[in-house]
Structure formats: C-alpha cells, structure tokens
C-alpha cells in the first residue's frame, strides 16, 4: 500500500484523538519510481499527516524532511520533489502499531481485522 | 449465471455471491472488461474532475480492479475497498497499480476526513439495499455509508455510482439518504429508452449545489424518484442485466392518454428508430366511445 494511503487511514474504534495516527513499523518496503506532477504532489501535501508521516520516513531512513509543510510550498520545487516519495513508496510488510496492541502490514489489508486488533474491549 | 432470473443480491451477501468462480469471470470474460471498462470510463467523465493533474481517488466495489485499471490509465491514483476476500485476490493476482483494502462499506469508510479528490462506484451499491443479517437495517447500512463518504471527500468533489436500482423505491431509498447525508446531486440515465444500453449514474456533489449533468441520448432525472417505475430486472445470458420496460411510465403532470402523452409516445418511438405515422391535428383527438 502506498505509504500516502496508509497516512490517511483511520479507524473509528478509538485508537488515537481522532482514530488516527496509527503508527506504523515499516520492515519491507519497494521504491515505485514514478512521474513527478507538482500539481498533483501540491494538492496532496495539505492531507498529509506530518507526525506519522515523519516517523516512518525516520525508521526508514528515507531522504532528510522539514518538519511540516513550508509556507508557499505550491512553489517550491525541490520540496514537492521530495514529498514525490509519498507516491513513489509501496510499504508491503510491517507492524501497525499503538500501544499492547499490533497488526500486521501486508498487501491487503482488512479493516474488519484492524477494528479486531485495536479496538479496546 | 447461478440465479438466472432473479437478482443476486436476493441470494445471499455478496462476500459469498463473489466467490472463486465468479471472480473468474470478471478477470477472465472480455466481454465483462468491456462493459466494466466502459462504465469505468463514463463514471469517471462525469467526475468532471480538474484536467490537468492526477487525481487521488476512490473506487468503492472495485471487485477485480476492472474499474480501478481504467482510473490508473487516466494517470490516478486511486484506492479501492471490497467486501470479497476472492475478488480482491484476483486483483492482487493481476498486479494492479492501486492500494485495496477488505471491507464493509456499510461500515463506513476507514479514512481521515477530506482524502479524496472523488469517487467512482460501479455496479456496488445496490447490495446495500439487502438485508443479509438480521442486524442489518438497509436504510441505515446506507447513511453509514454516505455520511462517511462525504466526510472523506474534499470539500467540492464529486462521487459518480453506477448502480443497477431494482424499482424506484430502492432509488429513492438510496438517494433519500444521500440527501440527508449532505449530498447534492441526481439520477443521470444513459440511453433510458434502451433495454439492454440503460444504466443508472447517481451523482453526488459535497459541496453547493451545482448542475447534473445531462444523460447520454436521454433525459436526467432529477433527485425525486418516482418519475419511471422500475418491474425487478432479470439477468440475461451473460450476466447482462435487462429490463422490461413498463408499458405504463407516469410522467410529470402527463396524463395517460391524454394529446401529450400520445405525442410523447410517437417521440420515444421515432427516436427508438421506429416507423411513426407522422403528426397531425387529429393526432390523439377524442374519438367516439364506441371507437
């Protein structure tokens, strides 16, 4: 699953404030090189969740990111390239996280199995 | 077809109608690609989505991934969601370019609000409408399903379902929801003089309201259903689902029998490509009634 899909997954048994973040431990990960559109990387940056993003991206070591989206971003072109990897990385095997509690990451995932692993009761 | 004559959400839910064998077909049967395709691709051109950049979409029932192929072909990305742990294999097996996940999409949908750019749905919704539990309340099932569409939807964009509706009361159910969830929107119908061609379009809008776009060959229904009534469909040879149209159709404000409704009728028929008597000032006049 593409790691900007797995950013805007949420769930709606409680797992974080708002269901989400779901904090994910990346172990298998294949780099899809793709066309870079600024257009498109632009409109997707506003989406993004930064604190979950930021985190896989550090376990991963993937390329050094600023800590939010910059102001006047639309613009700035060696931004949006490295935001480019958002479309670009396929996450195939992992562990979602929170606390006691896993699930792990694999090609299909199954929402009713999330709700089981993570729901409270 | 297994339940040649009736439909097959009469037979069970889908997770079980969608097995091995059926997922087959929709991998393996060109004729299936071509109809999917085809749909896939009227579906996304009533997205009316901004021409110059990929989009990031969402494909609800995207089944083997039919629809979802001609979307990356356009150059977006999309994510689907399924409830057949079968169908969804068959995509992985043909190595398609979105992300899937299994689900219910009575449930709602498991994303942060304001994800997608828009949504397509084909040949999906309508197994909402069947009950498979005793828990499950259709019209309830459907606003969990559309409240949590439009709230996973930027603000602005559009979801274009196709659907096969079994009577106008199942639309409107489906449409009546819609609405209380926050959509605005219409029924568009292709080619709704042609049995076989007629397909059912419900397009949504999150946002104020705006135009419906106009059916292909035909007329757009607005959001009162209620205009056509619907006898239940019947799949045909190939799985092709045909509809008897009914011999009496209530219009607004026509009534049967009537001068206009004489005149309507000639018109459907010319444009069915029929022989028509041309019209006249005797055209539907009252005769005796011993005529």
């Given amino acids: 699953m593409k790691l900007f899909t797995y950013n805007l997954l949420s769930l709606r048994v409680g797992v974080g404030p708002h269901g989400f973040p779901l904090h994910l431990q990346a172990t298998k990960v294949h780099i899809n090189p793709e066309d870079f559109n600024p257009d498109s990387v632009a409109h997707m940056i506003p989406k993004v969740e930064w604190v979950a993003f930021l985190e896989v991206t550090n376990t991963l070591h993937l390329i050094k990111l600023p800590k939010g989206p910059i102001h006047g971003h639309e613009r700035d072109e060696k931004f949006l390239r490295k935001m480019h990897i958002l479309q670009e990385t396929d996450v195939l095997e992992g562990i979602l996280q929170r606390p006691r509690l896993s699930f792990n990451w694999s090609k299909l995932i199954s929402v009713i199995q999330m709700h089981c692993a993570f729901s409270t009761s | ?291």
């Fill in chain 2, 1 to 291: 077809m297994a339940c040649r004559g009736r439909r097959p959400e009469h037979g069970g839910p889908p997770e079980l109608f969608y097995d091995k064998n059926e997922a087959r077909k929709y991998v393996r049967n060109s004729r299936m690609i071509d109809v999917q395709t085809k749909m896939a691709r009227r579906a996304l051109e009533l997205l009316y989505l901004p021409e110059d950049r990929p989009c990031y979409l969402l494909d609800i029932g995207c089944g083997s991934g039919l629809s979802g192929d001609y979307l990356s072909y356009e150059g977006h990305y999309w994510v689907g969601i399924d409830i057949s742990p079968a169908m969804l294999d068959a995509a992985l097996d043909r190595e398609i370019e979105g992300d899937l996940l299994l689900g219910d999409m009575g449930q709602g949908l498991p994303f942060k609000p304001g994800s997608f750019d828009g949504c397509i749905s084909i040949s999906a919704v309508q197994w909402l409408c069947n009950a498979n539990k005793t828990s499950d309340i259709p019209a309830k099932r459907l606003y969990c399903f559309f409240s949590s569409l439009y709230s996973v939807l930027v603000r602005g964009s559009r979801a274009v379902l196709q659907l096969y509706p079994e009577n106008s009361e199942q639309l409107e159910l489906i449409t009546t929801q819609a609405t209380r969830a926050g959509f605005t929107g219409g029924v568009v119908v292709d080619y709704p003089n042609s049995t076989k061609a007629k397909k059912f379009y419900l397009c949504l809008f999150s946002g104020p309201s705006t135009f419906v776009p106009k059916g292909l060959n035909g007329n757009v229904e607005e959001e009162e259903a209620g205009e056509s009534r619907f006898t239940s469909g019947r799949r045909g040879v190939r799985g092709h689902l045909t509809w008897r149209i009914p011999y009496r159709i209530a219009r607004r404000g026509v009534v049967r029998k009537s001068r206009e409704w004489v005149l309507e009728k000639k018109e459907r028929r010319r444009r069915q490509g029929k022989e028509v008597r041309p019209d006249t000032q005797y055209t539907g006049r009252k005769r005796k009634p011993r005529f």
